[in-house]
């Protein structure tokens, strides 16, 4: 059984990879077998050490996923480095924090582009090597506010919403040539992305008083489930949102 599970000798990319969700993905993929190519704003280097101790190989590459010509640069980089890329975890994501009638067009764009335009063409750029080795896995990270409407953060839910749907889509194309599309999507988890939120006494206190584990998840919560959803114990899963949230959405 553990064999389906294992990426040994897999290539995966990760956007996001410096911190939080996708530093402790990164990892799990690693503690798996994967060996990875690290994207984000910064370098990724605590990743990118946790990874080489694990004895797996890991680069890190700095791209800015508001730049187009970003989605370029990874996908060569992967292939100059590995000569495949086997899974891709789109990660990278903005939040912006306004009340509706304030919301700027700039707020709007950028986390637009983020959390969901980059999300596309960068699994359209991944997916050409993908398909034409019939296999390949992407994870696109949506949230709750890909089903729950969220306050004050109209476009992150309008972007989390776009997730799921493009997670479905491309599903729904490729499946067909042996790639699996899918998505994790985290309940409230502790890392610089919900900082104002717990921070927060009035809403960090409702927010923990609805989840059913008692806990805000942290990022090794992530790390079952993007395994699963890389390898080849999920071939039969495709354009599934599957929500680790502690219980959230079932209260
Ligand atoms: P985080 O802010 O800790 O990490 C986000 C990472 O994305 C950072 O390393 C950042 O540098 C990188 N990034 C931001 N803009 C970028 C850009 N233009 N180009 C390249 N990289 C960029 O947040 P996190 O909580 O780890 O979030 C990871 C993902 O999980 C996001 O998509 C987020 O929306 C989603 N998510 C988080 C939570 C949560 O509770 N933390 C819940 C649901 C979904």
């Given at each position: ?18 911190t ?67 899974i ?5 994501g ?13 707020d ?27 296999e ?16 004050l ?7 989390k ?5 493009i997670t479905?889509a491309?599903?729904?194309e ?8 899918n ?40 790390k ?5 959803l ?13 929500v680790v949230?502690g ?5």
């Amino acid at each position: 059984m553990s064999s389906l599970f294992d990426l040994t000798g897999k290539v995966a990319i990760v956007t996001g990879a410096s911190t939080g969700l996708g530093q402790g993905m990164s990892i799990g993929l690693a503690e798996a077998g994967a060996d990875l190519l690290l994207v984000d704003l910064v370098p990724s280097s605590e990743t990118e050490q946790a990874i080489l101790k694990l004895g797996r190989k890991a680069y890190s590459v700095v791209a800015d996923l508001l730049n187009m010509n970003s989605i370029g640069l990874i996908v060569n980089s992967a292939l100059e480095k590995y000569g495949r890329i086997d899974i891709l975890v789109n990660n990278a994501g903005i939040i912006r924090r306004t009340p509706a009638i304030d919301f700027s067009e700039k707020d709007w764009d950028e986390v637009m582009q983020i959390n969901a335009k980059s999300v596309f063409f960068l699994s359209q750029a991944v997916a050409k090597d993908m398909i034409k080795r019939k296999e390949g896995k992407i994870i696109n990270i949506a949230s709750l506010l890909s089903f729950q409407g969220g306050i004050l953060v109209p476009s992150y839910t309008a972007s989390k919403g776009a997730v799921a749907q493009i997670t479905k889509a491309l599903a729904n194309e490729w499946a067909k040539y042996g790639l699996n599309i899918n998505a994790i999507a985290p309940g409230y988890m502790a890392t610089n992305n919900t900082k104002a939120l717990r921070e927060d006494p009035v809403r960090s206190k409702q927010i923990l008083e609805r989840i059913p584990a008692e806990r805000w998840g942290t990022p090794d919560d992530l790390k079952g489930a993007v395994v699963f959803l890389s390898s080849h114990a999920s071939d039969y899963v495709n354009g599934h949102v599957l929500v680790v949230d502690g219980g959230w959405l079932a209260r």
